[in-house]
């Protein structure tokens, strides 16, 4: 029989913990995506929201639901080549698409996938080309629905210009 001395278990437990805490991670916000731009389409602004640096890969994976419901994805390569994201301290970044993908305009259910060189990916979850993005339980049940049924639950589709003005000055320059 094997007896483990409780100190030594609740201290191993607590150095895990706090290298799991102490891990990066990281805050993106999508400001464009732009198929129209070929270099620097894709713009966001990430933010290292732990007490650790870290930097940024070079790639960024995007997948996507075509209006015909077929899934695609695409790969961006960052252009600055300083990734380098000391703690709290927002930076802007640009990404330019391997390859043009016309059915990118009118894409849904987007999952960005940002991965630090140190610690976990970060995923970005947006509906629709409007850039607005939604939380997970919403994002797989309104995903879900939509690939079965090929209609979209509860979603206003046709805005005004007035009311996308209203939403991007809403989304402010932060």
């Known amino acids: 029989m094997i007896s483990f001395e409780p100190s030594l278990v609740t201290e191993k437990l607590f150095a895990l913990l706090s290298l799991l805490r102490s891990r990066p991670k990281l805050i993106v916000r999508i400001n464009a995506d732009n198929i129209e731009e070929e270099i620097g389409g894709l713009k966001f602004e990430v933010e290292n929201v732990s007490d650790k640096s870290t930097s940024l890969a070079p790639v960024v994976v995007a997948r996507f639901l075509t209006t015909g419901r077929k899934k695609c994805s695409i790969i961006f390569d960052v252009r600055e080549m300083d990734r380098s994201l000391p703690p709290f301290i927002s930076k802007q970044f640009t990404a ?4 043009h993908q016309p059915a990118r305009s009118n894409a849904w259910f987007r999952t960005y996938t940002f991965a630090p ?3 976990c990916s970060c995923r970005v979850r947006i509906r629709n080309a409007s850039l607005e993005p939604i939380g997970n ?4 049940a309104e995903r879900l629905w939509f690939q079965t049924t090929g209609r979209l639950f509860g979603v206003k589709l046709s805005m005004t210009m007035e009311e996308y003005r209203a939403q991007q000055r809403a989304k402010g320059s932060h």
Do not use: C, I
């Open 96 to 99: 330019s698409a391997r390859e």
């Open 117 to 119: 060189t140190r610690g």
């Open 137 to 140: 339980f919403r994002f797989w």
